[in-house]
């Protein structure tokens, strides 16, 4: 191994292995302690920011500095970048920033990336704006929150509400789901997890503090998923379906029902303020199926396909 992979190859281990120590970093690199010590010392020379802690329980780790030095990553970590970049989703502000570092991205991989790279990258995005579209400023500083386990005070407007109010919550993850950000936060005084749209906060300041909350959900892209499908809804849906779950699940996506297996038929179940909207979206998705609850939807689906009848 040559000097410069090898110094390269240590940088990759402070940053997967903080506070490795010197007998530990000589021992994977397969140098003795001493050239180990003299490359973290041309490491810090170079501008890296590396702090050292003596004793049985010492060891390195990267620190930050005021200046970057440059990223150490892997074909598939520029891979997962690039096309993160190239398919960010919505946030404002960001936008201009996305393409400029796509684009110093692209000049300084090595070459025998690049084609792979093109490839990710050579992504159209459909033109136009999204509605809602979360604040850079706040995304970033709840995922600092997330991080650091850290409380975190912002201002949230719920769900057609005309005024915002104050909110502080015990932050676990932010989640992207079709193009949009939400976090799974335990408010103050609460006893569940709850799912708030990123695009409705606004203020998020980080308090410095751990508040008291239960054990985090196993999977919290799931909760938001079964948030956004049973939430607060002015109408609760249950429809059953004359055909396997299996195949349902193929043409419903998790956010917007939950699909339940009731013998070898199953049951669609999921909230909406707007019955019209669930009358066609249960039209489109060519199923054979009967309402269960609210009996109104069955008369919205009737309507539907009478106007469907006449106007066709």
């Given at each position: 191994?040559?000097?410069?992979?090898?110094?390269?190859?240590?940088?990759?281990?402070?940053?997967?292995?903080?506070?490795?120590?010197?007998?530990?970093?000589?021992?994977?690199?397969?140098?003795?302690?001493?050239?180990?010590?003299?490359?973290?010392?041309?490491?810090?020379?170079?501008?890296?920011?590396?702090?050292?802690?003596?004793?049985?329980?010492?060891?390195?780790?990267?620190?930050?500095?005021?200046?970057?030095?440059?990223?150490?990553?892997?074909?598939?970590?520029?891979?997962?970048?690039?096309?993160?970049?190239?398919t960010a989703v919505g946030v404002e502000g960001l936008e201009t920033a996305a393409v400029t570092?796509?684009?110093?991205?692209?000049?300084?991989?090595?070459?025998?990336?690049?084609?792979?790279?093109?490839?990710?990258?050579?992504?159209?995005?459909?033109?136009?704006?999204?509605?809602?579209?979360?604040?850079?400023?706040?995304?970033?500083?709840?995922?600092?929150?997330?991080?650091?386990?850290?409380?975190?005070?912002?201002?949230?407007?719920?769900?057609?509400?005309?005024?915002?109010?104050?909110?502080?919550?015990?932050?676990?993850?932010?989640?992207?789901?079709?193009?949009?950000?939400?976090?799974?936060?335990?408010?103050?005084?609460?006893?569940?997890?709850?799912?708030?749209?990123?695009?409705?906060?606004?203020?998020?300041?980080a308090l410095g503090i751990q508040l008291p909350a239960p054990a985090p959900p196993d999977d919290?892209?799931?909760?938001?998923?079964?948030?956004?499908?049973?939430?607060?809804?002015?109408?609760?849906?249950?429809?059953?379906?004359?055909?396997?779950?299996?195949?349902?699940?193929?043409?419903?996506?998790?956010?917007?029902?939950?699909?339940?297996?009731?013998?070898?038929?199953?049951?669609?179940?999921?909230?909406?303020?707007?019955?019209?909207?669930?009358?066609?979206?249960?039209?489109?998705?060519?199923?054979?199926?009967?309402?269960?609850?609210?009996?109104?939807?069955?008369?919205?689906?009737?309507?539907?396909?009478?106007?469907?009848?006449?106007?066709?």
């Open positions: 191994m040559s000097t410069t992979s090898r110094r390269l190859e240590t940088l990759a281990l402070l940053q997967t292995h903080p506070g490795i120590s010197a007998p530990a970093l000589a021992a994977r690199l397969g140098v003795t302690e001493r050239t180990a010590r003299r490359d973290i010392a041309q490491l810090r020379e170079l501008g890296y920011r590396i702090d050292g802690a003596a004793g049985r329980d010492g060891g390195y780790r990267l620190a930050q500095g005021r200046a970057m030095p440059p990223l150490l990553l892997d074909a598939d970590e520029v891979a997962a970048v690039a096309l993160s970049l190239r570092a796509l684009a110093k991205l692209t000049q300084v991989v090595p070459s025998q990336w690049q084609t792979r790279l093109t490839a990710l990258t050579d992504v159209q995005a459909y033109p136009g704006r999204s509605p809602r579209r979360a604040s850079g400023d706040v995304l970033v500083q709840l995922a600092l929150a997330c991080r650091a386990g850290e409380a975190v005070r912002f201002r949230h407007r719920r769900l057609g509400a005309a005024d915002d109010h104050a909110v502080e919550v015990q932050p676990y993850r932010l989640v992207a789901l079709r193009r949009l950000w939400y976090l799974v936060a335990c408010a103050r005084g609460a006893d569940e997890w709850r799912v708030y749209a990123v695009d409705r906060i606004s203020q998020a300041q919290a892209a799931q909760l938001v998923a079964q948030s956004l499908a049973h939430g607060r809804w002015r109408h609760q849906v249950r429809v059953a379906v004359h055909t396997s779950g299996d195949l349902v699940r193929e043409l419903v996506d998790p956010s917007v029902a939950a699909v339940v297996e009731v013998g070898d038929e199953c049951e669609l179940r999921f909230g909406t303020d707007d019955l019209d909207w669930a009358a066609r979206w249960l039209a489109y998705l060519n199923l054979d199926l009967d309402v269960i609850e609210p009996a109104s939807l069955a008369a919205r689906l009737r309507v539907f396909g009478q106007w469907l009848a006449e106007r066709y």
